[in-house]
């Protein structure tokens, strides 16, 4: 972790309204290939409770369904009923910014049409005909067996983020980059066909494509990273509801910390992803029209997927899906001169290969040009990020009785 852990710790836990808005995978979650085998530790999910208003979820997984982060807080707490009664769910935005849940359980979903729903819930349908063909032609020695297998790790069936996912796959190629780079291309085209189903359809603007991680957009479209000897690049691409990007989410949840707050909405009770302004420009002006400076809370952004890559023409391709969410609080805290900080965990040290702050810096993550600073970095992962957040909330806790 970096030096100015004191500073930044007292600027945040002795402001009056503080508000986390926390990725999941990769920063309170180790990285694993299988999604299935996840686990959070207890003392953290206790923790996330005890923030009580001042802490949101913001990630491009599911709450519920077989691979929701719910199933996981419910392994933790070995009861899938105490949750539920005590309030421990994570609470805050799933599917990039779509699916609300409170601690509670109770989900809502604003902004979303039963057509798209329908349509969605069609999706691992449509992938697995083209995932067979797909994967017979990349492996012609896997039996029908073994493809059934990688079809059940591979294709995840959440509801509203239909999602192709590459490791099981990697792991059969293992250090062969140019085969990995085939999977990543093969499954791209296969997900672009998915959206010309949907535009057949009639849903000509409901979907895009989330790569995960990313290089950027160009022309409304995010760019595969393709895989390398040193970096496995893309891991998986979801098909997500346009507009459910995570920026877009921070609106939806300062919107409602607001209201919980003060009992006035900045944007209206209703507001969701879909009346999200689209640049990160137009986000900054649309808060500083709408919400007062003295309502405005120190925002803690935490992510782990930051890409930055020099093309052949020397310029920096800059993506990975927490970017723009902690590029926009970085922004608002400018803005409103309100110390929001950022913190960037390092998750290299789980089962997918990714650039290692402890081995090459920040180099692969982000460049000497680039305007994301990182206030905080916990080289050693999401171990090190739980520790110093559970000790930060009791300190908080024992503070925020004085501030009231």
């Keep these: 972790m970096n030096h100015n852990k004191l500073d930044f710790e007292n600027i945040i836990i002795n402001s009056k309204n503080i508000l986390f808005i926390q990725d999941i995978d990769g920063v309170c979650i180790p990285l694993v290939k299988d999604p299935m085998t996840r686990k959070l530790e207890s003392k953290y999910i206790f923790a996330a409770k005890d923030l009580e208003d001042e802490f949101f979820v913001l990630t491009c997984g599911e709450h519920d ?3 929701g982060v719910n199933r996981i807080v419910e392994r933790s707490l070995n009861s899938n009923i105490t949750p539920k009664e005590k309030g421990l769910y994570l609470r805050g935005l799933a599917a990039c910014g779509v699916e609300y849940q409170d601690n509670n359980g109770h989900i809502s979903f604003e902004g979303v049409s039963k057509k798209e729903v329908n349509f969605l819930n069609k999706v691992p349908e449509l992938m697995r005909p083209d995932f067979e063909t797909i994967v017979k032609k990349i492996f012609p020695n896997l039996d ?3 493809i059934n297998s990688h079809a059940l790790k591979s294709i995840c069936e959440t509801r509203f983020s239909p999602t192709i996912n590459f490791n099981s796959l990697f792991d059969l190629v293992e250090e062969d980059s140019e085969k990995r780079k085939l999977i990543q291309r093969s499954f791209e085209d296969m997900m672009k066909n ?3 189903k949907a535009e057949c359809q009639g849903l000509k603007n409901s979907f895009f494509l989330h790569i995960s991680p ?13 895989s390398t000897k040193n970096d496995i ?3 998986d691409i979801q098909l997500l509801l346009k507009g459910a990007v995570k920026d877009s989410g921070v609106l939806f949840l300062l919107n409602k910390f607001i209201y919980d707050k003060t009992g006035k909405a900045p944007f209206g009770r209703n507001f969701n992803f879909r009346d999200s302004p689209n640049s990160l420009k137009e986000k900054v002006d649309f808060c500083k029209n709408n919400i007062n400076s003295k309502d405005m809370p120190t925002i803690i952004g935490i992510g782990d997927t930051v890409t930055s890559k020099k093309n052949i023409n020397n310029l920096y391709l800059r993506g990975g899906s927490d970017r723009s969410f902690l590029e926009f609080i970085q922004l608002l805290g400018k803005e409103f001169k309100s110390n929001n900080k950022i913190i960037f965990v390092d998750s290299s040290s789980g089962e997918v290969n990714r650039p290692s702050t402890k081995i090459s810096g920040l180099n692969g993550i982000s460049d000497e040009e680039d305007h994301l600073k990182f206030d905080m970095i916990f080289q050693n992962g999401p171990r ?5 957040f559970i000790e930060f909330v009791k300190n908080r806790s024992k503070i925020k009785k004085n501030l009231i």
């Excluded at 990313?214 to 990273?225: A, P």
């Excluded at 090190?384 to 110093?388: A, F, G, K, L």
Aim: proline share 3%.
């Design 194 to 196: 998915i959206i010309y």
């Design 144 to 146: 029908q067996e073994e």
């Design 65 to 67: 369904g077989p691979r």
């Design 384 to 388: 090190e990020y739980i520790n110093w």
């Design 214 to 226: 990313n290089l950027g957009s160009k022309n409304g479209n995010e760019i595969i990273k393709l």
């Design 233 to 235: 690049g893309s891991t």
